[in-house]
């Protein structure tokens, strides 16, 4: 396998830019996929903090009852944070320009 298709393949199911570093040793290029991935990610998964500390206020008072369709409608209807859904998509973004440009990476002979 060549080694640009390892650091694809490392990219796609690790995360976008650990290719580039760990198989192609581009630490610079990898970070480029890597830092606004990451701060996407912490992004949403502040959100996700957020919105589920909500829901366990409302359920530990007595707010919500502990019915598991009500509380899956409640989660469809709240909107995590402001952002997030362009957010997802810069996640996205990175993750696949990560790939494409782990793929384009000439192997070295």
């Known amino acids: 396998m060549k080694q640009s298709s390892k650091a694809a393949l490392i990219s796609g199911l690790g995360f976008p830019g650990l290719g580039q570093m760990l198989v192609l040793k581009r630490?610079?290029?990898?970070?480029?996929?890597?830092?606004?991935?990451?701060?996407?990610?912490?992004?949403?998964?502040?959100?996700?903090?957020?919105?589920?500390?909500?829901?366990?206020?409302?359920?530990?008072s007595g707010a919500l009852p502990p019915d598991p369709i009500l509380i899956a409608q409640r989660l469809t209807k709240a909107s995590i944070m402001p952002g997030t859904s362009t957010a997802g998509w810069i996640l996205l973004a990175c993750w696949i320009a990560s790939i494409v440009d782990a793929l384009l990476t000439r192997d070295k002979s």
């Open 27 to 60: 630490t610079v290029r990898g970070l480029v996929f890597m830092l606004p991935a990451l701060a996407v990610f912490g992004w949403l998964m502040y959100g996700v903090w957020k919105a589920t500390a909500v829901l366990m206020d409302q359920a530990l």
